[in-house]
């Protein structure tokens, strides 16, 4: 069965400080699709990015950056140079070929960037 | 990505009463999908809405209580019913524009508060 653990529930920040958000994810499969989401708090659920589980690049997206480690299970977020509209939960999820389009969530991290 | 609009954005309702959630998506999708996020907590799947079709449920999810309804490729309804306290969650419609296990997007959620 999939699982995704975000062991850290809740990370405060300092406003220009790097963070890293850490995804596990446990599966079978050996063919899955890995997702973050942010949820800032208004509520909706803004799409950050998608890796399958055949490419292992690390992907840079302005300050945005993902660690994707098959070794590991791992598939880690690093914000450089937090802002405070970084504030917000951050969802990692993962599906898996077998499992169709059903999404697995993690718990979720709850990132505070203060001033 | 999806333009995704949600009816009603919040409401609060009383106990033993229902409540129906419209999802409208400004372009044909392949995939609609309905997630409760349950307070502080992660989202969970509660169903695949089938065009034409009965929904596909999810473990712990019953027609009974939550029928959906899905009679276009731009359009889907949830409906809550015989609600309790326990149901008070944010809903969310998500979409898959392409095919299965493609990116999902997300409506800005319905916000329930049952007294």
Redo the contacts between chains.
């Keep these: 069965a999939q699982k995704v653990t975000q062991a850290q529930t809740e990370i405060s920040v300092v406003e220009k400080e790097d963070v890293t958000l850490d995804c596990v994810y446990e599966t079978r499969d050996t063919t899955y699709?890995l997702?973050w989401?942010k949820q800032p708090p208004?509520?909706?659920?803004?799409?950050l990015i998608?890796r399958n589980s055949f490419d292992e690049q690390n992907e840079i997206s302005g300050r945005y950056s993902w660690n994707f480690q098959k070794s590991t299970s791992s598939f880690n977020f690093t914000i450089t140079a937090s802002q405070v509209v970084d504030s917000a939960v951050y969802?990692c999820a993962l599906?898996e070929?077998t499992s169709?389009?059903?999404?697995t969530?993690?718990?979720?991290t709850q990132l505070t960037v203060n001033p | 990505?999806a333009v995704i609009s949600q009816k009603p954005s919040r409401d609060i309702c009383q106990r033993g009463t229902s409540l129906t959630i419209q999802c409208q998506v400004d372009s044909q999708v392949t995939?609609m999908?309905w997630y409760r996020q349950q307070p502080g907590?992660?989202?969970?799947?509660i169903a695949?809405a089938n065009q034409g079709s009965e929904a596909t449920y999810?473990s712990g999810f019953v027609i009974d209580k939550f029928p959906i309804s899905r009679p276009n490729l731009t359009f889907s309804t949830l409906t809550v019913s015989n609600m309790s306290p326990e149901d008070s969650s944010?809903y969310?419609c998500?979409v898959?524009k392409l095919r299965?296990?493609?990116?999902?997007?997300?409506?800005?959620?319905t916000?329930l508060t049952v007294l």
């Design positions: 699709y997702f989401y208004s509520g909706e659920l803004v799409f998608r969802f599906s070929e169709g389009s059903r999404l969530f993690g718990e979720g | 990505s995939m999908f907590q992660s989202l969970t799947l695949t999810e944010i969310l998500s898959e299965s296990q493609d990116t999902q997007y997300f409506g800005p959620g916000r």
